[in-house]
């Protein structure tokens, strides 16, 4: 079982909010782990947006827009990417990644169609 | 913000060794985390290590044994070596810096290096 899953792609219309989830492994408890979001377009490098482990340590990447905000399900285990107000551009895969083991991981990534 | 410019060959053939060089612009390499990440083909990241300026590095442990990453402060480089490479290391590396170990602030472009006889 991969360590972080995410759904492969995910769809959201035009202005309206989308919740971009990132499951932990059985075993690894989300609440012990800073979450780090990337973006990534089309024929571009991946983009830092933030990362999040509670309200109190979290940061929002340079020039990200408040709009993208980061939080936790502990039911779930899972970290979520919230996107409000949904614009076009904002179609990309997403990424996920916490330190596991020594290592950075990165979630399988999911691919946001804005409809 | 610096920029990060990948250089090296687009072909390597199998059971030899990549190498790539990560060129600095805009600021030295001091103080900055280097890191090496690869992306196959319409597949997902893979980070593959760090090394910090001074030296220290800490290697993916799937790719630990075929890993090697330096860094020149002189040239304001990060280099990798990745050796015995198969069709399977075939992807577009990229190299990402940050001031703290966590951050992957500034990217390269990215180079596309095809494993193939």
């Known amino acids: 079982q991969a360590v972080l899953t995410q759904p492969s792609s995910l769809s959201a219309s035009l202005g309206a909010s989308a919740s971009l989830t990132c499951t932990l492994r059985?075993?690894?408890?989300?609440?012990?782990?800073?979450i780090y979001w990337y973006q990534q377009k089309p024929g571009s490098p991946p983009q830092y947006l933030l990362r999040?482990?509670?309200?109190?340590?979290?940061?929002?990447g340079s020039g990200v827009p408040s709009r993208f905000s980061g939080s936790k399900d502990a039911s779930a285990n899972a970290g979520i990417l919230l996107i409000s107000g949904l614009q076009s551009e904002d179609e990309a895969d997403y990424y996920c990644?916490?330190?596991?083991?020594?290592?950075?991981?990165f979630g399988g990534g999911s691919k946001l169609t804005v409809l | 913000q610096v920029q990060l410019q990948e250089s090296g060959p687009g072909l390597v053939k199998p059971s030899e060794t990549l190498s790539l060089t990560c060129t600095v612009s805009?600021?030295?390499?001091?103080?900055?985390?280097g890191n090496w990440i690869r992306q196959p083909p319409g597949k997902g990241l893979e980070w593959i290590g760090y090394?910090?300026?001074?030296?220290?590095?800490n290697y993916n442990p799937s790719l630990k044994s075929r890993v090697a990453i330096s860094a020149d402060t002189s040239r304001d480089q990060f280099s990798l070596k990745l050796s015995s490479v198969t069709a399977a290391d075939t992807a577009v590396y990229y190299c990402?810096?940050?001031?703290?170990?966590?951050?992957?602030?500034?990217w390269g472009q990215g180079l596309l290096v095809t494993v193939s006889s």
């Open positions: 990402a810096s940050g001031y703290n170990w966590d951050e992957f602030d500034s």
């Open positions: 090394i910090y300026y001074s030296g220290s590095t």
């Open positions: 805009g600021g030295s390499i001091i103080g900055y985390y």
């Open positions: 990644m916490i330190w596991h083991s020594g290592a950075w991981v």
């Open positions: 059985s075993g690894i408890n989300v609440d012990t782990y800073r």
């Open positions: 999040y482990r509670s309200g109190s340590d979290k940061q929002q």
